[in-house]
Nanobody, 119 residues
Framework: QVQLVESGGGLVQAGGSLRLSCAAS????????MGWFRQVPGKEREFVAA????????YYADSVKVRFTISRDRAKNTVYLQMNSLKPEDTAVYYC????????????WGQGTQVTVSS
């Protein structure tokens, strides 16, 4: 079992920045993919970014490419999402997730953290 706890959400003006953190604990996840997703009420959950815990290779949704950066600190068992040039349409609950089998089906999820971008 893997536990994921997100933090760092909040209210920011358009054009501002936030950094989300996802602290992971539990069984070893050294070969997992870690991802960030977001969801707005009434809409489907949307992929934002992912990173290979082992290699550090990153993946991004086109809507956030260039503006967002995913990274991981293996010593701290933490994944980050640096969000710059935020837009009102980035407003959502952001979730951290872990893909154990590297099949794109995320097996473990955090509780989410709210990000609100005001115009």
């Amino acid at each position: 079992q893997v536990q994921l706890v997100e933090s760092g959400g909040g209210l920011v003006q358009a054009g501002g920045s936030l950094r989300l953190s996802c602290a992971a604990s539990g069984r070893t996840f050294s070969s997992y993919h870690m991802g960030w997703f977001r969801q707005v009420p009434g809409k489907e959950r949307e992929f934002v970014a992912a990173i290979s815990w082992l290699s550090g290779r990153t993946y991004y949704a086109d809507s956030v490419k260039v503006r967002f950066t995913i990274s991981r600190d293996r010593a701290k068992n933490t994944v980050y999402l640096q969000m710059n040039s935020l837009k009102p349409e980035d407003t959502a609950v952001y979730y951290c997730a872990a893909d154990r089998d590297l099949d794109g089906k995320y097996d473990y999820w955090g509780q989410g953290t709210q990000v609100t971008v005001s115009s």
